[in-house]
């Protein structure tokens, strides 16, 4: 018997998926759930796993492929039969219907499928199929792409993203034989250049080798005649999704951006101390954490911060809670994931939550839930030694702060002038739900927190 699979909506509604690479290949066999392709969506990548046990008869697209939702994805033989209480199949082919009830296929993400009037509905067996002629069409269970154990156990597969895949295999090196240079255990491009690079002088001399010719290549600066005069890339998954929710925040949110710079020697030393504290050993500390840890405290003085304009029903709406984006450069793009309920956590509990949060987003892995939800953001200039910057919100957010390069220069102190640790915070906000003073008054207590980390004590 045949059977279909589907591109599944996965979540957030979005219309498409990239296919990152195929785990399977026709006539290969396949258990349950076991991972049959990666594909990636404007969010996030997916691992699919089978609906079907048995021979893959055929793929209907390439790595590389934009598929739509509900868009065939491959096709399985399978060795079961029709279940007994399957539609009965007309004389024409089709599966025979009653009048009142026309059985529609139930991605993960569609719905629950259509219900007769009046007739009381059984919950649908996992990988349950509506039957025409010979071939079976999935109705896909809601918990298709839950984590699930496999039959068979299967190799673990060395964890890298799409474009550090794309560049292994265009230098021929091995994923598995390269070690991951980070705390994340997350191959970076440099890790596989590394490689690469040690490889050359076995296989060939210095400096003739595909692989380092590859890499110098890629290094060669512009108008050297080493490279392509120009280079097209598709606008496809996270940059296309992230260019799309700027546009729409730029045009729909009135943006107002303040700034601030403040002595944050006294943080500096704060966490000179708890780095020199065994008890904190394992947990790293920074100044993004404080950061975090003073904005939680500030929204709960300045909830008109943390809150989204509802345009449809004419309301704000302002959270009790704090779910803490984090702009995270990756190498899909920017992703903004976000720890929920950061105003519950204390200052350890937090900086390790945003270490573990961003790790995942660089490795491609953040879930949909650590994507989509958040109330403010952060986004951190400082990491790439810039000063100050105009953030854009991130779309129904009312505001977002930036944090610059904390630099050592000349300050007032105490009547004189001393060499401190200054930092220049950068406040954007919707001027719909902020006027200027309250986002003022919440930007001066975030400065004194961090000036005083003390006053952290007495704000409530």
Not at 144 to 158: G, W
Not at 208 to 237: L, V, W
Not at 311 to 323: H, K
Request: glycine share 10%; aromatic share 4%; with cysteine.
């Amino acid at each position: 018997m045949i059977a279909q699979f589907r591109l599944p909506d996965l979540g957030e509604g979005l219309p498409e998926a990239e296919i990152v690479q195929w785990h399977v290949a026709p006539g290969d066999s396949v258990t349950l759930n076991q991972t049959i392709a990666e594909v990636e969506t404007a969010k996030a990548i997916v691992e699919l796993p089978s609906p079907f046990a048995g021979v893959v008869s055929e793929l209907s697209h390439a790595a590389g492929d934009v598929v739509s939702v509900g868009e065939l994805l491959i096709t399985f033989d399978i060795e079961e039969e029709a279940p007994a209480d399957a539609a009965p199949v007309s004389d024409s082919g089709t599966a025979a219907t009653s009048p009142d009830e026309v059985r529609t296929p139930n991605l993960v993400g569609y719905g629950a499928p259509p219900r007769a009037a009046g007739r009381p509905q059984r919950r649908a067996r996992a990988g349950s199929r509506a039957v025409t002629g010979d071939t079976a069409v999935l109705d896909a269970p809601h918990d298709l792409l839950a984590p699930a154990a496999s039959e068979e156990p299967r190799h673990e597969r060395p964890r890298s993203t799409p474009p550090v895949r794309k560049l292994a295999k265009d230098l021929g090196v091995d994923l598995a034989l390269v070690e991951a240079s980070g705390v994340t255990g997350v191959i970076t491009r440099a890790d596989v250049e590394a490689f690469a690079l040690r490889l050359a002088p076995a296989s060939a001399p210095a400096g003739s080798s595909d692989e380092a010719h590859a890499i110098d290549t890629a290094a060669a600066p512009i108008g050297d005649g080493g490279g392509a005069r120009e280079t097209r890339i598709p606008i496809r998954g996270v940059r296309k999704a992230t260019a799309a929710a700027m546009v729409r925040s730029a045009f729909t949110a009135p943006h107002v951006t303040t700034f601030l710079t403040v002595d944050v020697t006294a943080t500096m030393r704060l966490l000179d101390a708890l780095r020199e504290d065994r008890r904190l050993d394992g947990h790293r500390v920074g100044v993004l954490a404080v950061v975090a840890k003073a904005v939680c405290l500030a929204l709960g003085r300045h909830p008109e911060l943390n809150a989204r304009w509802d345009e449809e029903a004419g309301e704000i709406v302002q959270y009790g809670y704090v779910n803490l984006g984090i702009a995270a450069a990756t190498e899909r793009g920017l992703v903004v994931p976000n720890v929920k309920d950061a105003e519950a956590l204390d200052l350890v509990a937090l900086a390790d939550a945003l270490a573990e949060l961003t790790s995942v987003a660089r490795s491609g892995r953040a879930g949909l839930d650590r994507l989509t939800g958040g109330t403010f953001s952060l986004t951190n200039f400082g990491v790439f030694g810039v000063d100050a910057g105009t953030p854009i919100l991130n779309p129904g957010e009312a505001g977002i702060l930036g944090l610059g390069a904390v630099r050592r220069q000349p300050w007032e102190f105490e009547g004189g002038v001393a060499l401190r640790d200054v930092m220049t915070l950068s406040l954007s906000f919707d001027h719909r739900l902020v006027d200027g003073e309250q986002g003022s008054r919440f930007l001066r207590d975030v400065a004194d927190v961090l000036r005083e980390p003390g006053r952290a004590m007495l704000l409530r």
